[in-house]
C-alpha cells in the first residue's frame, strides 16, 4: 500500500496544500508509479488517504491522460496525431512505429517495455512528427531518429538508468518545506 510505504512523502504532500483533495494529482502519480497503472486497488488507496470517494479518483484518472486505466509498457509513446501533426506525417509514423514495435496503437510489446498510443496535440507542432515519453519530448522524429530512441530506452532499461522524472519530482517536492 502506497500509504505506509510513502507515509513520509504523503505527509509532506498533503501538508503543502490547503485541502486534502488538491494533493489528489501528486498523489496518483505516486500510485501509478507503485502499480504501474491507476489500477482500482491504486484508486482506492489515494481515495482513502483524501478521504474521498474513489469516484472522485476514476474521474481524474480518466480525464487526465497522463494516468492509464490499464497496464502500460515501461515506456509510454504517445504520437500526437491531431490535424497539424497529421499534415507534417503523423499519421505515416504512427504506422512505421507500431510496424517496427510489432504491436497495434494502445499495444504493449511482449517484453513489457513500451507502448503506443496517439494522443491530441502536445503543444509541438511545428516539430512534428513528434512524440512524449514518460512526458519528454522527442521532436522532429523520423525513422532513424525513431531507431535511436529505441535504442537508447532499450539500453536504460538494461542498466536500470531510466529516469522517472514525475515520481522523483514528487517525492522530492514532498521533501521540501
Sequence with gaps: MIAEKYAKEIEGILARFPSKKS???PLMHLAQHEYGY????????VAEILDLDPTHILSLSGFYSL????????????????LACALRGADEFVEMATDKLGIPVDGTTEDGLFTIKTVMCLGACDRAPMLQCNL??????????FDLLLERLRSEANTGSSDTAVPTKILSYAAKK
Design 136 to 145: 519528454k519530448f522527442e521532436e522532429h522524429l523520423d525513422e532513424a531518429k
Design 23 to 25: 494533493a489528489a494529482l
Design 38 to 45: 491507476m489500477s482500482p486497488e491504486a484508486m482506492r488507496e
Design 67 to 82: 494516468y492509464y486505466e490499464e497496464p502500460v509498457g515501461k515506456y509510454v509513446l504517445e504520437i500526437c496525431n491531431d
